[in-house]
């Protein structure tokens, strides 16, 4: 874990009330997709945390939906802005289990994590599928961008305005696939739960207080005893889930 400070480089808005940041600084404690920052925002007593969406040479990539004051200022923020973040947080996902054909399924505010995931796999020569579920047409982001790595993109669109209608679990009925991983919404992770027909890991986007394993506010309960899903998640593996 690495406390830097982080200058907003672009700030532009992708999607229905949603955002994607560039922001240029340290960045060498992120070392495993699926990691998230905590960014401390002036007159908010907790720091927010975002997945990391991208990150190379410098370079950190975030993408969030405006829901509150905080992300809601964030929304606000212009280029030059300078942020405090920490960095390095969670444990990532691992890709060594993801077989050949790995699936990534991410819902509305779960997406980003899947971008820097699928660029790894992708770069290991895995052949990625890629399901990104929304409510509706205007809240679908980075299907381009996740053609151009060359992942198989479908889209599941709650309302049919775009792609399959219907949740995710409708699109992975279609799909081939030899692991899978996840993050969302918990009712989307957990009708995936129940549906998947393999192995997988699963990010959890819980509330979150220090962040950094300290408070305990984040604690749940897996069949390998008590985990903190800021420090010993966010990601879990499907076996060690209590649903
Ligand atoms: C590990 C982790 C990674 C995350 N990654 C992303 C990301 O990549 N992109 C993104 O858009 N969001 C992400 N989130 C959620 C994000 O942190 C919250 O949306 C944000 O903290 C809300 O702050 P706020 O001040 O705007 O809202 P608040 O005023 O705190 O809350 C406003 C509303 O949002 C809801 N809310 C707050 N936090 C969460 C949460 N964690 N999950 C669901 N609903 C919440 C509240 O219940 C309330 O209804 C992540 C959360 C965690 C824990
Ligand atoms: S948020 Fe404090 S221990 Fe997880």
Request: proline share 4%; with cysteine; glycine share 12%.
């Amino acid at each position: 874990m690495k406390t830097g400070i982080f200058e907003l480089i672009s700030n532009k808005k992708i999607a229905k009330n949603t955002y994607e940041w560039v922001l240029s600084g340290d960045n060498s404690d992120i070392t495993a997709p699926g990691q998230f920052v905590n960014i401390q925002l002036d007159g908010f007593y907790l720091r927010r945390p975002i997945s990391v969406c991208d990150s190379v040479s410098g370079k950190l990539t975030l993408i969030f939906k405006a829901v509150g004051a905080g992300t809601e200022k964030m929304a606000s923020m212009l280029p030059g802005e300078k942020l405090d973040i920490l960095t390095g947080l969670g444990n990532g996902y691992s890709l060594r289990e993801s077989g050949d054909r790995p699936l990534l399924i991410g819902g509305g505010a779960g997406v980003p994590p899947m971008y820097m995931l699928a660029k790894e796999l992708i770069s290991l020569g895995k052949k990625v599928t890629v399901i990104l579920g929304f409510g509706s047409k205007d809240e679908v982001f980075y299907k381009e961008e996740f053609e151009k790595i060359g992942a198989s993109v479908i889209v599941a669109t709650a309302d049919g305005t775009e792609g399959v209608r219907g949740f995710v679990t409708d699109a992975m009925k279609d799909v081939e696939y030899t692991y899978f991983y996840t993050c969302g919404p918990e009712p989307m992770l957990k009708a995936i739960y129940k549906t998947s027909t393999t192995s997988g890991q699963f990010s959890f986007e819980e509330r979150m207080g220090c962040g950094f394993g300290a408070c305990m506010g984040c604690s749940c309960k897996t069949k390998y005893g008590d985990k903190r899903i800021c420090k010993d998640g966010p990601v879990l593996v499907k076996e060690e889930i209590i649903w």
